[in-house]
C-alpha cells in the first residue's frame, strides 16, 4: 500500500554533511510517524532519529546535536540532515512509515549508502 523511497546518500569525508530524504507515496491514511534507522556492516540495525504526527523529535545518543529530522506533510517526505559526519556514522540508512487503517504497520524503503571516510 505504501510505497517508501530513499535518497541522498554518497562519499563524504569526516566534518561534511549530507542531506537524506525519503518519499513516501501510496494509499497513505494519516499524518505517519516516520523515522530514520541504519545498519552498519555486521551490525544491527539502530534508530537514528524519528518524528510523531505531530512532530516531536527523538534522537540517538550517537547522533544528538548533529542531526536533524525534519517532514514536509504535504510531500509526504521526510528528511534528515546530517552534519558533522563521522566515519561510524558510516551505514545503510532506512527509511521507516508507520501506517494502518485499524493497526499501524510498518514499510521499509530500500537504503541509502553513507560512507564518511578520509
Known amino acids: 500500500q505504501v510505497q517508501v523511497v530513499e535518497s541522498g546518500g554518497g562519499l563524504v569525508q569526516p566534518g561534511g554533511s549530507l542531506r537524506l530524504s525519503c518519499a513516501a507515496s501510496?494509499?497513505?491514511?494519516?499524518?505517519?510517524?516516520m523515522a530514520w534507522y541504519r545498519q552498519a556492516p555486521g551490525k544491527q540495525c539502530e534508530l537514528v532519529a524519528g518524528?510523531?504526527?505531530?512532530?516531536?523529535?527523538n534522537y540517538a545518543d550517537s547522533v544528538k546535536g548533529r542531526f536533524t529530522i525534519s517532514r514536509d506533510n504535504a510531500k509526504n517526505t521526510l528528511y534528515l540532515q546530517m552534519n558533522s559526519l563521522k566515519p561510524e556514522d558510516t551505514a545503510v540508512y532506512y527509511c521507516?512509515?508507520?501506517?494502518?487503517?485499524?493497526?499501524?504497520?510498518?514499510?521499509w524503503g530500500q537504503g541509502t549508502q553513507v560512507t564518511v571516510s578520509s
Open positions: 521507516n512509515v508507520k501506517d494502518g487503517l485499524i493497526t499501524l504497520r510498518d514499510y
Open positions: 501510496g494509499r497513505m491514511l494519516r499524518i505517519n510517524p
Open positions: 518524528i510523531s504526527s505531530g512532530g516531536s523529535t
